[in-house]
């Protein structure tokens, strides 16, 4: 009677999520699993190793860095890819980031144009891939839950959210012709509470950032925008220190801290457990207009 | 505390049925919608009135929100202190039926929109169509818009018998009406006003406790092999998901089709190494034979094996711009395996409306049919009813790659008789078809327990329901197939020619006796949940099933508690003298003088009840 064959919510997503990644190696044939260093990564990085295990990791890691990350995110990405042993490509659009793209004077709308979608295609296309693994989840945004787990993208790499395919039970149609691609999302269902929970019951190492500590932060609009070492004040402004941590991890001048004193996974658990606000809320990206998440998608955007 | 579980529901139903609307009131009012959320609702309601647009959570792109339609799926996640939920907000237009059958796939339930002005649509009964041929195994009926036929009883009585009607002709029996109006939350989350007349549970409280566990299959094993996992000269694994059944490690296991016999070695989850693993785990296993498997393969026990296939008869519903034509090619995806397949005919066209069925050349889209396909490459298959792993496979236009179908696999029938071709299980010494030969051993090796009847006795009002299905639940959960025997639900069936006179009573326990010992025949633990007031008839009952395997408890609380707790409003009634020949008021109850267990449940909580009976059952078995 000891036998417990019932499943609990955590092992069920983690199967699924397994499952996911294994048909993406299985039918790819030059498969790519997107890595933005976040927590969702950190998860996805651990369900790849234990689809494979004892076997490495089947395919490449994709970071597109914009150059405007959290220096403890490239530090952490370039520790883990030695721990871990798998193979990382970088790429960033060197051609914007030398014309001076930054979202300060250009706008957060043709910045993450230039940094992330334009880099994203390009660095796509050079690889010829054709499954690209990310970590959205449908929780996030509401275009995101409209989205498939195998999601079909034209030769441009855009989204007809009109012409989805139909995805029935766990038969991925994952055929298609020379450079059309797909998006795949083995977190889909996941909830970002899930992936805490995950990541306690599991041990996974994540970027320090997440942690509350004392840093230096301007307050704009209602958020808390770290200042970097080029972030410019605005007139009136000046820098202070507060207590705080982030809830998701971007470009510095765009991602918003929150308020905390959670230092360790359980107490982060806790104060989700709490939360009256949306995970998103601190990404100043998806606030520009209605639908902004949507239209990015479209053209390309994860 | 377990860990919660997980319930995948859908909503269907018309347009303009209120779907996003209900999902709206359902999660602003169990608290699962963040403040920014419902601060840009504010924001974005055009009306300017007071009321927010629900319907703006779920609809998601903006041609939706432009048209006020729901095109596709929405994906929506929330939990309760008891459940988590994933609920599918799938569209209403007949336009969008694929985006609907996506949803309909992956659900445990589903919930049905009707409104009450409208009454039953066509699309409500092209939903339910759908949602019965995907084998969704049970249905809640939300009658929305109560407050605008006046919180009439008899309008949502009428709607549910008429809805019932159709229902029955699909094979479903599982259905719950719940009257709502989802603009005002009535019945959703909390009791509403002005419906008094229904004493039924709230939307929410149904979706926290129906049962779904149970719908898993645990019994046929099949492993289809996603990819070998392999380290030169280190290791050789087949990763997968257990798609049904469980497999033990140093289990015997079959390869298919090659049918090379080896042994379970290892199972991992990821560098994890598990004892067991069961339906819906991923897995890696290791062989203790270096034999050929590949991607497609499927792993099996010898004794239960799926069977082969080069024709699939099955039910469609056709999702593609390009039509299934008799004659046509198509990839199909069924398991881990990509084949092609002509299609040789099309039987008819369902009209999920009149559930008539039209002679057709074609299906196109939307359209729900029966057809016949022919394998370039034959695959393992089981009917979709026991397996929907390997009772489904995908269409796939060969030229664009679309998904043009969902199809499930299903056996011929009777009515087909002109299709009675369907070839022999080629000459495969080692792969043998068992068919009656067997034994009650082999069946109580496969159900990991020895079969027995728990027979619980009391007054009404003692628990005994509660604990019977309290304890069907944890047997189940630790792998024992089980089945609860109720004496308010055989009364509508099996017995329902039967009063409660000392006769009809002593009847109503004969025939529940029988069927409790042919579910043990079938290997089966049955707990029943009947008053069963007399001795004579519980000694018979005994003797029916076979003394070894009866085991009686006594769910001994006072009359005073069940009276106190008084459930059902019997014990009101049989003292106001409406309700003659009731138990412990005007009919004696005659207690077990040694029974197995007794259960007080006024002492004991259900957990220390069935805390009892497992540690029972357990010294049973070891016995």
Same mark, same amino acid.
């Given at each position: 009677?000891?036998?417990?064959?019932?499943?609990?919510?955590?092992?069920?997503?983690?199967?699924?999520?397994?499952?996911?990644?294994?048909?993406?190696?299985?039918?790819?044939?030059?498969?790519?699993?997107?890595?933005?260093?976040?927590?969702?990564?950190?998860?996805?990085?651990?369900?790849?190793?234990?689809?494979?295990?004892?076997?490495?990791?089947?395919?490449?890691?994709?970071?597109?860095?914009?150059?405007?990350?959290?220096?403890?995110?490239?530090?952490?990405?370039?520790?883990?890819?030695?721990?871990?042993?798998?193979?990382?490509?970088?790429?960033?659009?060197?051609?914007?980031?030398?014309?001076?793209?930054?979202?300060?004077?250009?706008?957060?709308?043709?910045?993450?144009?230039?940094?992330?979608?334009?880099?994203?295609?390009?660095?796509?296309?050079?690889? $010829?891939?054709?499954?690209?693994?990310?970590?959205?989840?449908? %929780?996030? &945004?509401?275009? @995101?839950?409209? +989205? !498939?787990?195998?999601?079909?993208?034209?030769?441009?790499?855009?989204?007809?959210?009109?012409?989805?395919?139909?995805?029935?039970?766990?038969?991925?149609?994952?055929?298609?012709?020379?450079?059309?691609?797909?998006?795949?999302?083995?977190?889909?269902?996941?909830?970002?509470?899930?992936?805490?929970?995950?990541?306690?019951?599991?041990?996974?190492?994540?970027?320090?950032?997440?942690?509350?500590?004392?840093?230096?932060?301007?307050?704009?609009?209602?958020?808390?925008?770290?200042?970097?070492?080029?972030?410019?004040?605005?007139?009136?402004?000046?820098?202070?220190?507060?207590?705080?941590?982030?809830?998701?991890?971007?470009?510095?001048?765009?991602?918003?801290?929150?308020? $905390?004193?959670?230092?360790?996974?359980?107490?982060?658990?806790? %104060?989700? &457990?709490?939360? @009256?606000?949306? +995970? !998103?809320?601190?990404?100043?990206?998806?606030?520009?207009?209605?639908?902004?998440?949507?239209?990015?998608?479209?053209?390309?955007?994860? | 505390?377990?860990?919660?579980?997980?319930?995948?529901?859908?909503?269907?139903?018309?347009?303009?049925?209120?779907?996003?609307?209900?999902?709206?009131?359902?999660?602003?009012?169990?608290?699962?919608?963040?403040?920014?959320?419902?601060?840009?609702?504010?924001?974005?309601?055009?009306?300017?009135?007071?009321?927010?647009?629900?319907?703006?959570?779920?609809?998601?792109?903006?041609?939706?929100?432009?048209?006020?339609?729901?095109?596709?799926?929405?994906?929506?996640?929330?939990?309760?202190?008891?459940?988590?939920?994933?609920?599918?907000?799938?569209?209403?237009?007949?336009?969008?039926?694929?985006?609907?059958?996506?949803?309909?796939?992956?659900?445990?339930?589903?919930?049905?929109?009707?409104?009450?002005?409208?009454?039953?649509?066509?699309?409500?009964?092209?939903?339910?169509?759908?949602?019965?041929?995907?084998?969704?195994?049970?249905?809640?009926?939300?009658?929305?818009?109560?407050?605008?036929?006046?919180?009439?009883?008899?309008?949502?009585?009428?709607?549910?018998?008429?809805?019932?009607?159709?229902?029955?002709?699909?094979?479903?029996?599982?259905?719950?009406?719940?009257?709502?109006?989802?603009?005002?939350?009535?019945?959703?989350?909390?009791?509403?006003?002005?419906?008094?007349?229904?004493?039924?549970?709230?939307?929410?409280?149904?979706?926290?406790?129906?049962?779904?566990?149970?719908?898993?299959?645990?019994?046929?094993?099949?492993?289809?092999?996603?990819?070998?996992?392999?380290?030169?000269?280190?290791?050789?694994?087949?990763?997968?998901?257990?798609?049904?059944?469980?497999?033990?490690?140093?289990?015997?296991?079959?390869?298919?089709?090659?049918?090379?016999?080896?042994?379970?070695?290892?199972?991992?989850?990821?560098?994890?190494?598990?004892?067991?693993?069961?339906?819906?785990?991923?897995?890696?296993?290791?062989?203790?034979?270096?034999?050929?498997?590949?991607?497609?393969?499927?792993?099996?026990?010898?004794?239960?094996?799926?069977?082969?296939?080069?024709?699939?008869?099955?039910?469609?519903?056709?999702?593609?711009?390009?039509?299934?034509?008799?004659?046509?090619?198509?990839?199909?995806?069924?398991?881990?395996?990509?084949?092609?397949?002509?299609?040789?005919?099309?039987?008819?066209?369902?009209?999920?409306?009149?559930?008539?069925?039209?002679?057709?050349?074609?299906?196109?889209?939307?359209?729900?049919?029966?057809?016949?396909?022919?394998?370039?490459?034959?695959?393992?298959?089981?009917?979709?009813?026991?397996?929907?792993?390997?009772?489904?496979?995908?269409?796939?236009?060969?030229?664009?790659?679309?998904?043009?179908?969902?199809?499930?696999?299903?056996?011929?029938?009777?009515?087909?008789?002109?299709?009675?071709?369907?070839?022999?299980?080629?000459?495969?010494?080692?792969?043998?078809?068992?068919?009656?030969?067997?034994?009650?051993?082999?069946?109580?090796?496969?159900?990991?327990?020895?079969?027995?009847?728990?027979?619980?006795?009391?007054?009404?009002?003692?628990?005994?329901?509660?604990?019977?299905?309290?304890?069907?639940?944890?047997?189940?959960?630790?792998?024992?197939?089980?089945?609860?025997?109720?004496?308010?639900?055989?009364?509508?069936?099996?017995?329902?020619?039967?009063?409660?006179?000392?006769?009809?009573?002593?009847?109503?326990?004969?025939?529940?006796?029988?069927?409790?010992?042919?579910?043990?025949?079938?290997?089966?633990?049955?707990?029943?949940?009947?008053?069963?007031?007399?001795?004579?008839?519980?000694?018979?009952?005994?003797?029916?099933?076979?003394?070894?395997?009866?085991?009686?408890?006594?769910?001994?609380?006072?009359?005073?508690?069940?009276?106190?707790?008084?459930?059902?409003?019997?014990?009101?009634?049989?003292?106001?003298?409406?309700?003659?020949?009731?138990?412990?008021?005007?009919?004696?109850?005659?207690?077990?003088?040694?029974?197995?267990?007794?259960?007080?449940?006024?002492?004991?909580?259900?957990?220390?009840?069935?805390?009892?009976?497992?540690?029972?059952?357990?010294?049973?078995?070891?016995?």
């Amino acid at each position: 009677m000891s036998e417990r064959l019932s499943l609990g919510l955590l092992d069920e997503l983690e199967a699924e999520s397994i499952q996911i990644i294994r048909e993406v190696a299985a039918e790819g044939e030059r498969p790519v699993m997107m890595y933005s260093i976040g927590k969702d990564s950190s998860v996805m990085l651990h369900l790849a190793r234990k689809a494979f295990h004892p076997a490495p990791i089947p395919f490449p890691l994709l970071h597109v860095d914009t150059e405007f990350k959290f220096p403890e995110m490239i530090e952490f990405r370039n520790r883990m890819a030695v721990e871990i042993g798998f193979d990382l490509r970088v790429y960033t659009n060197r051609q914007a980031i030398d014309s001076g793209a930054n979202p300060w004077e250009m706008g957060t709308v043709r910045c993450c144009g230039f940094l992330k979608t334009q880099a994203l295609l390009e660095s796509l296309k050079l690889g $010829s891939y054709d499954l690209v693994i990310g970590g959205a989840r449908r %929780e996030e &945004e509401r275009s @995101r839950a409209k +989205e !498939r787990v195998f999601s079909f993208r034209d030769i441009h790499g855009q989204w007809d959210p009109r012409r989805q395919r139909p995805e029935f039970w766990q038969l991925y149609n994952t055929r298609m012709h020379p450079g059309e691609s797909m998006r795949v999302f083995p977190l889909s269902n996941w909830t970002e509470l899930d992936v805490w929970r995950y990541i306690a019951r599991e041990g996974i190492a994540v970027v320090p950032l997440y942690f509350a500590a004392e840093r230096e932060v301007v307050e704009r609009n209602g958020q808390l925008i770290p200042v970097g070492k080029d972030t410019p004040l605005l007139a009136g402004e000046t820098s202070v220190q507060r207590l705080c941590r982030f809830r998701t991890l971007g470009c510095y001048p765009c991602t918003g801290a929150v308020a $905390s004193s959670a230092v360790t996974v359980e107490e982060i658990i806790a %104060e989700l &457990e709490q939360a @009256r606000l949306s +995970e !998103r809320t601190t990404r100043i990206i998806d606030h520009d207009q209605d639908g902004s998440m949507e239209r990015k998608k479209r053209e390309g955007y994860f | 505390m377990s860990e919660p579980d997980l319930l995948h529901f859908l909503t269907a139903g018309s347009v303009d049925d209120g779907k996003s609307t209900l999902i709206g009131r359902l999660l602003y009012d169990a608290n699962a919608l963040y403040d920014d959320h419902v601060a840009a609702l504010r924001r974005t309601a055009a009306t300017g009135n007071a009321e927010m647009d629900f319907s703006l959570i779920t609809d998601g792109l903006r041609a939706e929100r432009e048209q006020g339609i729901t095109i596709d799926v929405a994906y929506r996640y929330f939990a309760t202190s008891r459940r988590r939920f994933i609920v599918a907000d799938a569209p209403g237009h007949e336009q969008y039926t694929r985006n609907m059958a996506t949803a309909a796939s992956h659900a445990d339930l589903a919930l049905l929109l009707i409104d009450a002005e409208q009454g039953v649509s066509t699309q409500s009964k092209r939903h339910a169509f759908i949602c019965a041929l995907l084998g969704i195994p049970r249905f809640v009926v939300a009658i929305n818009k109560m407050d605008l036929v006046g919180y009439s009883e008899e309008r949502f009585r009428e709607i549910e018998t008429e809805y019932r009607d159709f229902a029955v002709r699909l094979g479903l029996s599982n259905l719950q009406f719940i009257p709502v109006c989802a603009v005002s939350g009535d019945n959703v989350v909390r009791r509403g006003n002005g419906m008094a007349w229904y004493a039924g549970t709230t939307l929410l409280s149904y979706l926290e406790e129906v049962y779904v566990a149970g719908d898993r299959n645990l019994v046929d094993f099949r492993l289809p092999v996603q990819r070998v996992i392999h380290l030169p000269g280190t290791f050789r694994g087949f990763g997968g998901r257990v798609v049904s059944g469980l497999l033990r490690g140093g289990d015997e296991v079959m390869v298919l089709p090659s049918g090379f016999r080896s042994r379970v070695t290892s199972i991992a989850i990821g560098m994890q190494p598990v004892g067991t693993a069961v339906a819906g785990q991923s897995i890696t296993v290791s062989l203790e034979d270096d034999i050929d498997v590949g991607r497609g393969d499927l792993l099996v026990h010898p004794g239960n094996v799926p069977r082969e296939r080069r024709e699939l008869e099955a039910m469609l519903v056709w999702t593609g711009d390009e039509p299934l034509v008799a004659g046509g090619i198509y990839q199909i995806k069924h398991a881990a395996r990509w084949l092609k397949a002509r299609c040789e005919t099309i039987s008819y066209r369902v009209d999920p409306n009149t559930l008539s069925r039209d002679t057709v050349d074609s299906l196109s889209l939307n359209d729900i049919g029966r057809a016949r396909f022919t394998l370039f490459t034959p695959v393992l298959a089981d009917e979709y009813r026991r397996n929907r792993a390997l009772g489904s496979f995908i269409v796939v236009s060969v030229s664009g790659n679309d998904t043009l179908g969902a199809a499930v696999i299903v056996d011929r029938t009777d009515y087909d008789a002109e299709l009675k071709t369907e070839r022999a299980v080629p000459d495969r010494s080692n792969v043998v078809w068992h068919e009656g030969q067997v034994t009650l051993a082999a069946r109580s090796a496969v159900m990991g327990h020895r079969p027995a009847t728990v027979w619980m006795t009391g007054l009404s009002g003692a628990g005994k329901s509660t604990v019977a299905f309290a304890l069907e639940r944890r047997l189940i959960e630790a792998g024992h197939p089980c089945f609860v025997l109720d004496g308010d639900n055989v009364r509508h069936g099996l017995n329902r020619d039967l009063g409660f006179s000392p006769k009809d009573r002593a009847e109503n326990i004969r025939r529940v006796a029988e069927v409790a010992r042919l579910m043990n025949e079938a290997g089966l633990i049955v707990i029943t949940s009947f008053i069963s007031p007399f001795r004579d008839d519980r000694e018979m009952a005994g003797q029916i099933i076979g003394k070894e395997r009866f085991i009686e408890v006594h769910l001994s609380t006072r009359i005073e508690e069940c009276e106190r707790r008084d459930v059902k409003g019997f014990y009101r009634k049989a003292r106001a003298g409406e309700l003659q020949g009731f138990t412990g008021v005007s009919a004696p109850y005659e207690p077990p003088e040694s029974p197995a267990v007794r259960l007080d449940t006024e002492l004991l909580t259900i957990d220390d009840s069935i805390n009892i009976l497992l540690q029972h059952l357990e010294n049973y078995y070891e016995s």
